[in-house]
């Protein structure tokens, strides 16, 4: 059971459900919950959808591994603004510096998302992430996000 944010308490748990934190609706919302964030990490886990628009012939398309990445760090993102009382920033997804797909993923597989920012610069990130099912490594890249920073450009 997740435990949710308390406002009694000021904090979030973990796990923590990624409905609360991501403005995506499904079917866009693809991660399900943060389970882990320390530092520039996070990890989220989702399951591969059976159908629907990312699922061609019965095959995932490789963009939505790209955007399970990038979820998750929004989800770090957005868990560390509710800790400390903000209101989560507005982000977007730039570019793909490199990505890989080592494994043909399984539809129906559950998967664990793990993000590190690997640089950050102003309000642009490289964000490293590698998604698994169980122990198989199914996709691995670098993507580049944009953070509103804001009118004080402030992080």
């Known amino acids: 059971m997740d435990k949710e944010f308390t406002p009694a308490t000021g904090q979030a748990f973990l796990p923590q459900s990624a409905e609360p934190?991501?403005?995506?609706?499904p079917p866009m919302r693809?991660?399900?919950?943060?389970?882990?964030?320390?530092?520039?990490?996070s990890m989220a886990l989702a399951t591969l959808?059976?159908?629907?628009?990312f699922v061609t012939a019965g095959n995932i398309l490789p963009?939505?591994?790209?955007?399970?990445?990038?979820?998750?760090a929004a989800l770090g993102n957005c868990y560390d603004a509710?800790?400390?009382?903000?209101?989560?920033?507005?982000?977007m997804l730039v570019g793909v510096e490199a990505f890989s797909w080592p494994s043909r993923p399984q539809p129906g597989?559950?998967?664990q998302i793990e993000t590190d920012i690997a640089?950050?610069?102003g309000a642009m990130k490289v964000?490293?992430?590698?998604?698994?099912?169980?122990?198989?490594?199914?996709a691995v890249g670098d993507i580049k996000v944009w953070e509103n920073l804001g009118h004080d450009g402030k992080s």
């Open 82 to 91: 509710l800790n400390i009382g903000m209101a989560p920033r507005d982000g």
């Open 21 to 25: 934190l991501l403005p995506h609706k």
């Open 49 to 53: 959808p059976i159908s629907g628009i």
């Open 127 to 138: 964000v490293h992430g590698e998604v698994y099912g169980g122990k198989e490594l199914l």
């Open 119 to 121: 640089f950050a610069f």
């Open 63 to 72: 963009e939505y591994f790209i955007e399970l990445i990038a979820q998750t």
């Open 109 to 111: 597989t559950p998967v």
């Open 30 to 41: 693809l991660v399900e919950t943060l389970v882990k964030r320390e530092g520039s990490r």
